[in-house]
């Protein structure tokens, strides 16, 4: 079971650049989401999706796009990169929006390490 | 606002026992949750508390007030594989994720 799986790990990007961010998970979760986390902050939700075809807005969505075409995979665009965007970003899934039916747990993948010159 | 305040940074000697605590305004709560955070990784679960009490797992233990909007997560027999950061957060009304920084514990011989 590879669980949430994100690719690159690392990236470094020119300003004015886009690039996508791959999150795949094979637990048949309806739910996932992107983060990002900053130094001295707590994790900022981006985007979110329900289930396939659903996407809605986080806490900071400007400068990022999702798409949700399969249970599977929910893809982050970053659609013109900019210094602000230097981050690590991080795909969450979960049974439901507020995790796992009993726990509450979010399954996270590894992490992507974004830097913007 | 919503807000989630935690301790920054904690020091704690191997083998003793650490209290980490965490105190929120959120609108609405539908639970309360602490992910340990290894530098460099990924956030993994931890506990889960919903309703008043304390819950009880292994050498983790985690506490809730709804009524004081307070939590701790207590780690005892401290290993060196304990130094990490740990993140509390808040389910709130819509049932959205409200996170804290992180309180960063540093385990020392």
């Known amino acids: 079971n590879a669980g949430v799986t994100q690719t690159p790990k690392f990236q470094v990007l020119k300003t004015g650049q886009s690039m996508t961010l791959q999150c795949a998970q094979d637990m048949n979760h309806e739910y996932m989401s992107w983060y990002r986390q900053d130094p001295g902050m707590g994790l900022r939700l981006i985007h979110y999706s329900v289930g396939a075809g659903i996407t809605d807005q986080g806490e900071v969505p400007n400068g990022y796009n999702v798409s949700r075409s399969t249970t599977e995979d929910f893809p982050l665009r970053l659609l013109s990169a900019a210094p602000s965007q230097t981050s690590v970003y991080f795909c969450?899934?979960?049974?439901?929006?507020?995790?796992?039916?009993?726990?509450?747990?979010?399954?996270f993948g590894e992490g992507s390490r974004l830097t913007v010159l | 606002g919503q807000n989630i305040d935690q301790p920054t940074e904690m020091t704690a000697t191997e083998g003793a026992i650490v209290q980490i605590n965490c105190t929120y305004q959120?609108?609405?709560?539908?639970?309360l949750f602490w992910y340990q955070q290894h530098a460099g990784e990924a956030p993994t679960f931890l506990s889960y508390n919903v309703l008043d009490g304390l819950e009880e797992k292994g050498r983790f233990s985690s506490f809730l007030s709804r009524s004081k909007g307070y939590s701790y997560l207590l780690l005892k027999e401290l290993q060196m594989k304990d130094s990490a950061s740990y993140l509390c957060?808040?389910?709130?009304?819509?049932?959205?994720?409200?996170w804290g920084a992180g309180t960063k514990l540093i385990i020392k011989p």
């Open positions: 957060a808040v389910s709130d009304s819509n049932y959205q994720l409200i």
């Open positions: 959120t609108s609405g709560f539908n639970g």
């Open positions: 969450a899934s979960s049974y439901s929006p507020h995790g796992d039916f009993n726990t509450g747990e979010l399954f």
